[in-house]
């Protein structure tokens, strides 16, 4: 239920090592706040940058693992963090996360949902 909501799990679809922004938690920060641990990071990445790769929803994953890579054009783009159902989380590069992008994984082919945004 949780990965066809598309709702991340800490620890698994994030974590220490990726930024809010990645996942989709950014309505959970704040930029008006005086300093925290990471704020000058978060800070940066919200105003000067933008975040490479970006968790999303894909549809057509009957046979994947968690941690199964992702191709567009043959190139590695991502990889998935959760599956249930035919359904999956994946962190993959921005450029690869708009709705109706078709990934290739070694197990045949997904379709991108959704950006997951919380």
Same mark, same amino acid.
Request: hydrophobic share 40%.
């Given at each position: 239920?949780?990965?066809? !909501?598309?709702?991340? +799990?800490? $620890?698994?679809?994030? #974590? *220490?090592?990726?930024?809010? %922004?990645?996942?989709?938690?950014?309505?959970?920060?704040?930029?008006?706040?005086?300093?925290?641990?990471?704020?000058?990071?978060?800070?940066?990445?919200?105003?000067?940058?933008?975040?490479?790769?970006?968790?999303? !929803?894909?549809?057509? +994953?009957? $046979?994947?693992?968690? #941690? *199964?890579?992702?191709?567009? %054009?043959?190139?590695?783009?991502?990889?998935?963090?959760?599956?249930?159902?035919?359904?999956?989380?994946?962190?993959?590069?921005?450029?690869?996360?708009?709705?109706?992008?078709?990934?290739?994984?070694?197990?045949?082919?997904?379709?991108?949902?959704?950006?997951?945004?919380?």
């Amino acid at each position: 239920m949780r990965v066809a !909501r598309g709702v991340p +799990a800490f $620890g698994v679809d994030f #974590g *220490d090592w990726t930024y809010p %922004q990645e996942v989709g938690l950014k309505r959970m920060l704040s930029f008006s706040k005086g300093c925290y641990l990471g704020q000058e990071v978060v800070y940066m990445l919200e105003h000067r940058g933008r975040p490479s790769r970006l968790l999303v !929803r894909l549809e057509g +994953a009957d $046979g994947l693992g968690r #941690g *199964d890579a992702l191709f567009w %054009q043959g190139e590695k783009v991502g990889e998935t963090t959760s599956v249930a159902g035919g359904k999956a989380l994946a962190l993959v590069k921005a450029s690869c996360a708009q709705e109706g992008v078709a990934l290739h994984s070694p197990r045949g082919l997904v379709m991108v949902k959704e950006r997951v945004e919380w």
